[in-house]
């Protein structure tokens, strides 16, 4: 029960951000004059609402109006949310709509405000930062708070930062009071912003939370690995290797099933995890499982739209005994009635024959629980960050700061020991840094397939562009990034400049 307390604190929060529902949002999703916090629980709503913004399920997140209807929030596998843009853009995933970030031939017209509108609400931490540092209550509980708003704004950022480069920042809270486009900060100011505030929520913030009411909340995992994974990206695996031993020293471990972290939502796996709920859950299945498909499933009400898939090449690279496999259907059944009998056949949809709109493009990920009687959204959690990764992280830091090693290959083999793969580890592995890192990327990818993390991946080992190009699209060096919306551009007056190549 005490897991499940937050989680329908969470749930209420973005529920309040939908933009299909005319509920009042002032407590959850934004600050006004109106509404703007006088006392701790007032504080507590608002904190509870930042949380909105890093939830899985699209929404307006009470910013429908910066593109007329909808919203990505961080984790969010539809549209261009970064979740969903870190893999429709890579040879990992297909997305049958969104076809200009498959195809890479979006361009500075393209409005990404959806996505971008994120970036309001680290003004609004930086508010509710304020707030709480003039509030008098318990010095305990305010720094745990602070520590939270200062984790968030961060992840927020880091998100941000991922796709466009940094982005008007407003930290100072005075001028939080009267926003005003301001120039883009330079990148050593936005990534040491970020540092700054994990570094500094990291002694408050509580270890780790599995069976605990502070379940989906900011932990000392959480910061520990955007820490990690920002001096990773930025080529700094010296300052890396400290928080990524840290992780290792928390007490997480391995899962001996593959499957099991994302069936159990405590696993001890897991290092963050966006909780279940019972108002507005994971929309994975959503967008994953086409609305013919039942019986792979065994569903008691048919998904919906089933847009997004793996792509076959990618599967390709699993071999057949690669026990992460089971999480990827090839193949599916859909009933269809029989108007000359009545009944029920069923057609078998497969890569071969008769392949259907979906399977065409490649095969189901199904590597969650499935809820049986929900359809949009299902009620189980959303892995974020889990211990895989970190193991996969030690053994590429140890190679490029020492590689090719024994200690980078024995990090390697805990990943495919429990895939039963180390067979397949090239012999010639450790010849080079190179070598490894080929092996590496390509593991990270079958580990980690629809977990987010592949275009980041594929930037920091220098291949996302060449990889796009090997399947065809024209892609451009500059397009690691996406255009600042030209709204922004145009609203601003030129304060706010583009990115290089959107000129």
């Known amino acids: ?66 593109n007329g209807a909808w919203g990505w929030p961080v984790w969010s596998i539809g549209g261009a949310g970064w979740y969903g843009y870190n893999e429709i853009t890579t040879d990992e995933a297909y997305y049958l709509n969104e076809t200009r970030y498959r195809d890479f031939t979006w361009g500075a017209a393209d409005n990404s405000m959806q996505t971008y509108q994120l970036n309001r609400n680290i003004t609004r931490a930086t508010r509710l930062i304020d707030v709480l540092e ?46 005003k486009y301001e120039p883009r900060p330079t990148k050593e100011e936005y990534f040491n ?3 700054k505030d994990l570094t500094e929520a990291l002694p408050s913030l509580p270890a780790k939370t599995q069976n605990t009411a502070d379940w ?30 840290a992780l290792k020293d928390m007490g997480y471990t391995l899962s001996a099933d593959y499957f099991e972290p994302f069936r159990n939502e405590t696993s001890n796996e897991t290092i963050w995890a966006i909780p279940s709920g019972s108002i507005s859950d994971n929309e994975f299945f959503f967008y994953t499982i086409p609305s013919d498909c039942n ?17 076959w090449s990618f599967y390709d690279t699993f071999t057949s005994g690669d026990v992460r496999k089971k999480g990827i259907a090839p193949t599916y059944k859909q009933y269809v009635k029989n108007s000359q009998t009545g009944r029920m056949d069923t057609v078998l949809h497969t890569r071969y024959n008769n392949p259907g709109e979906r399977l065409q493009y490649g095969p189901l990920v199904v590597k969650y629980f499935i809820d049986k009687q929900l359809s949009s959204s299902g009620r189980f959690h959303q892995v974020c960050f889990r211990y895989a990764d970190v193991i996969l992280s030690l053994a590429e830091i140890e190679n490029e700061l020492n590689g090719p090693t024994n200690k980078a290959l024995d990090y ?19 010849a080079s840094k190179d070598n490894f890192r080929e092996f590496l ?9 629809l977990e987010g993390w592949r275009r980041e991946d594929l930037i920091r080992f220098g291949k996302f562009i060449s990889n796009a190009r090997a399947r065809g699209k024209d892609a451009k060096d500059y397009q690691v990034l996406l255009p600042i919306p030209s709204k922004v551009i145009t609203q601003s007056g030129g304060i706010v400049k583009q990115n290089p190549g959107y000129e």
């Open 216 to 245: 989906g909340r900011c932990n000392q995992g959480l910061a520990r690995m955007l820490l990690m994974k920002l001096y990773m990206n930025d080529h700094q695996f010296d300052r890396a290797l400290p928080y990524a031993e």
């Open 412 to 430: 390697l083999k805990q990943i495919t020991d429990r895939a039963q793969t180390t067979a397949t580890i090239p012999s010639d592995i450790q």
């Open 1 to 66: 029960m005490k897991t499940k307390i937050f989680a329908m604190l969470f749930a209420g929060a973005m529920a309040a951000g939908m933009a299909s529902c005319d509920l009042d949002p002032k407590v959850y999703s934004s600050m006004t004059d109106d509404n703007f916090p006088k006392t701790v629980t007032d504080a507590d709503a608002l904190l509870t609402g930042l949380y909105a913004n890093i939830k899985n399920n699209s929404g307006g997140m009470d910013d429908r109006f910066a």
């Open 134 to 179: 003039k509030l008098q209550f318990d010095d305990a509980r305010k720094k745990r708070m602070i520590a939270e708003a200062k984790c968030i704004r961060a992840h927020i950022m880091f998100a941000l930062y991922d796709m466009y480069g940094p982005v008007p920042m407003t930290i100072d809270p005075e001028k939080a009071q009267d926003v």
């Open 193 to 195: 912003q970020m540092v």
């Open 441 to 449: 990327l390509a593991e990270r990818g079958r580990e980690l397939y």
């Open 295 to 311: 019986e792979v499933c065994g569903l008691e009400v048919a998904p919906y739209w089933g847009v997004f898939t793996m792509t």
